[in-house]
């Protein structure tokens, strides 16, 4: 089955980490640009990390640049999102994604390919 699936969600206080993961299933991530998006209740879902399948190009939102980091390790097929720092508005959930075309953009709109989800709660 193809298919993408997030893990490493949780409640954690403020100024916590966590680590998210993005497994591929059916095929390889490998050479494939992969993004990191979430939605928080009532907001529309936003880019928060992006990393180029060709050159490890990786792109930030400015909310989170000096706290988060995405990496891959294409031999577990599966693309990491390290979130450090965590603040209150960091609360969401959070997708992993693959895009329509091979070009390179970091925004929702040119992503088609979604998991289903993992939940990020920073309360205290």
């Known amino acids: 089955q193809v298919q993408l699936v997030e893990s490493g969600g949780g409640l954690v206080q403020p100024g916590g980490s966590l680590r998210l993961s993005c497994v591929a299933s059916g095929f390889t991530l490998e050479y494939r640009h992969i993004g990191w998006f979430r939605q928080a209740p009532g907001k529309e879902r936003e880019g928060v990390s992006c990393?180029?399948?060709?050159?490890?190009?990786?792109d930030y939102a400015d909310s989170v640049v000096g706290r988060f980091t995405i990496s891959r390790d294409n031999a577990k097929n599966t693309v990491y999102l390290q979130m450090n720092n965590l603040k209150r508005e960091d609360t969401a959930v959070y997708y992993c994604?693959?895009?329509?075309?091979?070009?390179?953009?970091?925004?929702?709109?040119?992503?088609?390919?979604w998991g289903q989800g993992t939940q990020v709660t920073v309360s205290s």
């Open positions: 990393i180029s399948g060709s050159d490890g190009h990786t």
């Open positions: 994604a693959l895009p329509k075309y091979s070009v390179y953009v970091c925004s929702p709109e040119m992503f088609n390919f």
